[in-house]
């Protein structure tokens, strides 16, 4: 019987481990291949749009709850092809293979909350641009004028819009979305690159997003983080990049900070033409060491019931909302603004606001907003050289003072009518110091007059028991 041996060689092992390993190398392939089809379907675009070609109907997408609607954490999203500015596409399946996280955050140049933003995303593409794919997904317009906002269901073009001239139609074609967007590169500086929605509105459509949302998606195409807001607090963005890079952080030490509120100028009373809108603007200020949490709450509204107001401090709120949070950062302030949507009519309105330092409960500030519609009242020049009348405390709760520089004669009388001009207190005038009970008046404006020989004058007053 004649034995068959076999000895294997040197160049058998090598052999067989190249091919251990190319087939190792397959494996892994595979597999990652298969951990990178986590992504949904792709809702497009399949081409490159033309300029021309339209936008489709945008429904409203009012009162939204933006940290929950759409997609949420631990959920895969839909693959898209999106394109830049110059029409190169971006694929986010591709974006995914990378191997890095990929972050993707909504925009337009009419959402004034993104554009005080940018240096911060700036600074995380400074930061976190090589570990990291970052996009800017530019969709609908946030605060088109004079068009009817999607998000507030009427015109609505912000004070800081006004302010800044910024001041867009919502888009009729492709080609005008892009146009905005130029511009708003123009001027400013954005060293991320830009992503146009689709005509359809593809991403803003599936996504279902808001003007400012945060996705911060896994290598396998998974949500690791949202933001309906980019940075609202108390989310911090540069934390679960950081946590997502395995990149460890001291936590702060919470918000103890102070703050002070502040009116620009002298504007708490302001008077229009009727169906404008009313702008009151104030500064939540701290000068601390560290962040305060202020929050807001609308006291008292005493408006028309065909009027409406919104707030605004860092983020514009539906006119729905009554209270918010607001993170006003150590050495910074925040711009409050009260927007008071007026009707055809002329009227009279007031809103009465509290801002309360939640670390520190007696750190509260109150202020009273009027806005007035119509032929302008006498009362609104009453701080000129000719008064001859000071009026204090004013808004008044139980009483107010009348000072006058001239001798009351036995003539002189006070008045008080409501806005509607009904008389609802008379009495006489007999002193040059005078202490007038508002206990029986009704929370809300009023007009005082003093009727003497020598001098008549008109004074508002505003009652808030």
């Keep these: 019987m004649i034995g068959f041996y076999f000895f294997p060689t040197r160049k058998f092992f090598i052999t067989c481990f190249r091919s251990l390993v190319f087939t190792s190398l397959l494996i892994i392939s595979f597999l990652n291949a298969n951990s990178q089809n986590n992504l949904l ?12 070609d339209s936008v489709c109907y945008i429904p ?24 830049t500015l110059d029409g190169e596409p971006v694929n986010l399946a591709e974006t995914v293979a990378s191997g890095k996280p990929t972050l993707l955050i909504t925009c337009s140049y009419t959402c004034y909350v993104f554009r005080g933003k940018v240096p911060l995303i700036d600074t995380l593409q400074a930061k976190y641009g090589d570990l990291i794919n970052i996009y800017l997904v530019y969709t609908v317009e946030v605060h088109p004028w004079p068009d009817t906002s999607v998000y507030f269901g009427y015109p609505n073009p912000s004070s800081y819009n006004v302010q800044e001239g910024i001041l867009y139609a919502e888009p009729k074609t492709y080609g005008d979305r892009k146009a905005i967007a130029t511009d708003m590169l123009n001027n400013m500086q954005i060293d991320v690159p830009i992503l146009i929605d689709g005509p359809c509105n593809n991403f803003w459509m599936n996504y279902e997003c808001g003007p400012n949302t945060v996705y911060l998606l896994d290598t396998t195409g998974i949500i690791y983080a949202k933001q309906g807001w980019l940075d609202l607090p108390p989310a911090d963005i540069e934390a679960v990049i950081k946590n997502i890079l395995g990149i460890t952080d001291i936590q702060n030490a919470g918000a103890l900070g102070h703050f002070t509120f502040e009116m620009n100028a002298d504007d708490s009373i302001q008077q229009a033409d009727p169906e404008s809108t009313l702008f009151f603007e104030g500064n939540l200020v701290n000068d601390d060491t560290s962040s305060a949490i202020v929050e807001m709450v609308r006291k008292q509204e005493l408006i028309p019931s065909n009027w409406f107001t919104a707030m ?26 009260l927007d008071i949507f007026t009707a055809l009519a002329p009227d009279t309105g007031l809103v009465e606001i509290s801002f309360r330092n939640q670390s520190y409960p007696d750190e509260v500030y109150y202020q009273w907003f009027v806005g007035i519609t119509g032929q302008p009242l006498t009362v609104l020049n009453a701080n000129s050289n000719e008064s001859q009348l000071q009026l204090y405390p004013n808004p008044a709760d139980n009483e107010f003072y009348l000072l006058s520089n001239e001798t009351p004669t036995d003539q002189s009388e006070i008045q008080i009518f409501s806005v509607e001009g009904k008389l609802v207190q008379q009495l006489p005038f007999s002193n040059s110091i005078e202490k007038v009970s508002t206990s029986a008046m009704q929370t809300g404006i009023y007009i005082v007059k003093i009727y003497s020989p020598q001098h008549t004058e008109e004074k508002m007053l505003l009652v808030s028991h």
């Design 312 to 337: 605004c401090a860092g983020i514009c709120y539906p006119p729905t909302v009554d209270s918010a949070n607001v993170n006003v950062e150590n050495g910074s302030s925040v711009l409050f603004v």
């Design 60 to 83: 409203s997408r009012l009162n939204p709850n933006f940290d929950t609607m759409g997609y949420n954490l631990t959920e895969p999203v839909a693959d898209f092809t999106l394109y």
């Design 41 to 52: 379907p792709s809702i497009g675009l399949n081409s490159l749009p033309n300029d021309a």
